[in-house]
């Protein structure tokens, strides 16, 4: 039970601390130094860690606290050497700190950290950021800097993001003020690394890509191989995801990647190469490569021992990435049962391994499926539960679940509120900097807007999308697009125009290495225009036997936010 708050920077008002110092100051030497010790170790401390930093008799210590007890200062629990003792108020605590002179503090908080590394590194495990803290206040700044590293590290592990961006960011501070040199510069390296991917899973890409670039300049310099590869990696995968790279600056960094993992042999290297591979692939349009890398990925995929991937490369698991684009791909290339039992899979492996990030990615990639098979309401449920799960575990989304769900509400049939969802959430990815399945989104929305009746607003939206996929190189979804401005202007009696538009549709789809939905398996591929209602349905299929989700991640949950949904239980079966 201590604080990790520095005090040095808080004020007490003055006439408020001249009172409390006189309370002090009128019960002796004794309790006034002990009060200023309790100072130290935090608002709450126990009898077994005052006692090696005070060094005073056990007669004298427990006096001086029984007294500083009796005056109302401290409450006491327990009896000694098993009890604690809590600072009445914070100012209190904060009066008895104000008078320590700076050389005093320093002494004092080294023989705290000296104290918890000899006799409490039980503690000190469960909470590295507790040493940490007095490391720092002692001035011992290199050991610090490595020690806020591991509450990082520690915090990551257990999912908490924001603490952990909150420790590494303490330490990347003190690492600025020592002097330049290999070690250094290592350190920062791995200060870096685990903050550009906890910036990543809580924050997304966007903010993640100017750390993740530091690291990368350090690591050509100064870093070891392996540095360097997640340090790519975590350019590529920031780059992909943001609106000032896109796919087509991120493909020639998943190129570097394959090269890299070739030339060191490592299959877990190799793993994430494929991992950049089918992802860049998917989006640039090429399914055929995607579910080559894909496949590849899942037969050097071990889940024990390529667990702590997860904690490195992109903050999810590239087993279950692998069944999700690998699904994705199988539809595109006309296998739609194959694409089914591979996001069935992908979901049982994201449940089994109980990890947040890597579900709510394994739930998103899904629902789109799910959309494509017609199947708008288990589409729905999934991002909904996608939802849910960010919002407990404070997460950022890997896609913007507003666009999913005006895409469901279509399927549905519900057009205005789909077409109002869509914008909304076009508009929110606008907002963070990213463009990342917009073409999607907007082949959607074109649809909902011809649909309501607004030819003029439905073309807009596929020539926005259109361009989206040529600034960034996303063009998985083109031939939906130009299929979509066909019906539309075919509907407005355009039929040259939505010749040459369906004509396009078909050459994207026909070649080697285009993407087929919407063109030549799909039911609304047939050149009829001016459908009102929904598509049909095919007949369902099975639902995965799958209870989906985190009953067994409640306990992982490690910051719960205010008026946030307590569990989610989707049952698909």
């Not at 008078?99 to 039980?122: C, N, P, W």
């Not at 694409?339 to 890597?358: V, Y």
């Not at 361009?467 to 939906?480: K, N, Q």
Request: hydrophobic share 40%.
């Amino acid at each position: 039970m201590l604080s990790t708050t520095s005090l040095a920077g808080l004020s007490v008002p003055a006439t408020l601390h001249a009172s409390l110092m006189a309370r002090l100051d009128r019960l002796g030497p004794m309790p006034k130094e002990i009060a200023q010790i309790g100072a130290v170790l935090g608002r709450e401390f126990a009898y077994e860690l005052i006692e090696p930093v005070a060094q005073r008799s056990a007669r004298e210590l427990q006096a001086a606290l029984d007294q500083l007890s009796e005056a109302g200062l401290l409450f006491c629990r327990g009896t000694a050497p098993h009890s604690s003792y809590l600072f009445k108020h914070a100012l209190v605590q904060d009066a008895a700190y104000s008078t320590l002179l700076r050389g005093r503090r320093q002494e004092l908080h080294t023989r705290v950290a000296a104290a918890l590394e000899q006799h409490f590194a039980d503690l000190v495990e469960r909470q590295p950021e507790l040493l940490a803290h007095h490391q720092t206040s002692a001035g011992d700044t290199g050991r610090a800097v490595e020690q806020w590293l591991k509450a990082g590290q520690h915090a990551a592990a257990r999912l908490a993001y924001l603490e952990a961006i909150a420790h590494l960011e303490r330490g990347l501070g003190l690492l600025r003020s020592l002097p330049e040199s290999p070690a250094r510069n290592g350190r920062e390296i791995e200060l870096q690394l685990a903050l550009g991917l906890c910036l990543f899973t809580a924050k997304g890409a966007v903010e993640a890509k100017s750390v993740y670039m530091r690291a990368l300049e350090l690591a050509e310099s100064s870093g070891h191989p392996q540095q360097r590869f997640e340090a790519l990696y975590g350019v590529w995968q920031s780059t992909r995801d943001s609106v000032s790279g896109g796919i087509a600056a991120a493909a020639p960094l998943s190129e570097r990647l394959e090269r890299m993992a070739e030339q060191d042999g490592d299959d877990g290297l190799r793993l994430q190469a494929h991992h950049s591979g089918w992802s860049t692939w998917w989006f640039t349009g090429d399914p055929a490569k995607t579910r080559a890398h894909a496949d590849a990925g899942r037969l050097l995929y071990d889940p024990e021992k390529h667990a702590s991937h997860r904690l490195v490369y992109g903050g999810h698991d590239p087993g279950v990435c692998a069944r999700s684009n690998g699904g994705q791909a199988e539809w595109l290339l006309g296998y739609p049962e194959k694409a089914l039992a591979s996001i069935t899979d992908a979901l049982a492996l994201a449940e089994r391994i109980a990890h947040p990030f890597t579900l709510g990615i394994a739930l998103f990639a899904s629902s789109s499926v799910y959309l494509n098979r017609r199947e708008p309401e288990h589409a729905l449920s999934l991002v909904e539960t996608a939802e849910v799960l960010a919002a407990e575990q404070r997460l950022s989304l890997i896609f913007e679940p507003s666009i999913l769900r005006g895409s469901a509400l279509l399927g549905q049939g519900a057009v205005d509120e789909a077409i109002a969802r869509i914008r909304e959430g076009a508009a929110n990815w606008a907002r963070l900097g990213r463009t990342f399945l917009l073409p999607y989104g907007f082949g959607f929305l074109a649809e909902g807007l011809a649909r309501h009746g607004d030819p003029a607003a439905a073309l807009a939206a596929l020539r926005e999308g259109l361009e989206i996929a040529g600034a960034t190189g996303e063009h998985f979804w083109d031939a939906e697009l130009h299929r979509v401005t066909g019906n539309v202007l075919f509907a407005e009696n355009s039929l040259d125009e939505g010749q040459a538009s369906f004509q396009q549709a078909l050459r994207i789809a026909q070649a080697p290495t285009g993407e087929i939905a919407g063109v030549a398996r799909r039911p609304r591929s047939r050149l009829a225009v001016g459908r009102a209602g929904p598509p049909r349905r095919s007949p369902r299929p099975p639902r995965p036997g799958l209870r989906l989700v985190h009953r067994g991640l409640r306990h992982r949950r490690p910051e719960r936010r205010k008026g946030a949904a307590r569990r989610t239980d989707v049952i698909l079966s």
